[in-house]
């Protein structure tokens, strides 16, 4: 103990790290490693592109960045993809739907994961007077947008990909543009999606939560 701060016990660091290490493991077996081995894409150099996102993963981990977490190992899974796009042309709606369950469940485990670099309280401290006080107007809304943005960092993703991948027409008009690649055109326009989307939720999603963190007028 330091400064009046209890240090966080081990055992429980070493449980985020296995939850983290676990969770995306789980999503590149589902993304990468099934869907390879399935279609033998995965053979010679190419095991080392495979292999790519687990080493991005494990850095993240290793070094407990959250970015690289969040946003690096997903990111990564794209690599894989973009030079084997044949492993994610025959996706089914289930298979789609496990897939988005288990990044999903990944991205807030590792969130969870961050919040064991955060100190503990003081061994002395006192409650606030304004803590047994009804809970302000403003921190209601907050909390209003915070759940608002959660749904929608599910909700958006899921419909552009849902409308690229299951919708029957766009199967018709990319058959048709593009006979004998429409499976491999999907899966580059996948790839400009999830892009596009990284983007809109820099700018329009984070950038909603920017003013939120210097208060609310």
Do not use: C
């Amino acid at each position: 103990m330091a400064s009046g701060v209890w240090t966080i016990p081990k055992r429980w660091r070493a449980f985020a790290d296995t939850v983290a290490l676990a969770l995306g493991i789980n999503v590149w077996i589902s993304i990468v490693l099934l869907p390879g081995l399935f279609t033998g894409s995965w053979q010679g150099r190419a095991i080392l592109i495979a292999l790519f996102p687990l080493a991005v993963l494990g850095i993240g981990i290793w070094r407990r960045i959250e970015s690289i977490l969040l946003l690096g190992f997903p990111s990564a899974l794209l690599v894989p993809v973009a030079a084997a796009p044949e492993i994610v042309a025959s996706y089914s709606a289930l298979r789609f739907a496990m897939v988005a369950i288990g990044l999903i469940a990944y991205l807030f485990g590792a969130s969870v994961f961050a919040s064991f670099y955060e100190p503990v309280k003081p061994v002395s401290s006192r409650q606030l007077s304004s803590a047994s006080k009804p809970q302000p107007v403003r921190w209601r809304r907050r909390f209003r947008v915070y759940h608002g943005l959660a749904i929608l960092s599910v909700v958006v993703p899921a419909v552009i990909l849902y409308a690229i991948n299951f919708n029957d027409s766009n199967h018709a008009f990319m058959k048709q543009m593009f006979p004998g690649r429409a499976g491999s055109f999907a899966a580059v326009v996948n790839l400009a999606a999830i892009g596009v989307w990284v983007l809109m939720y820099s700018a329009f999603f984070l950038g909603t939560l920017r003013p939120h963190r210097t208060g609310d007028p």
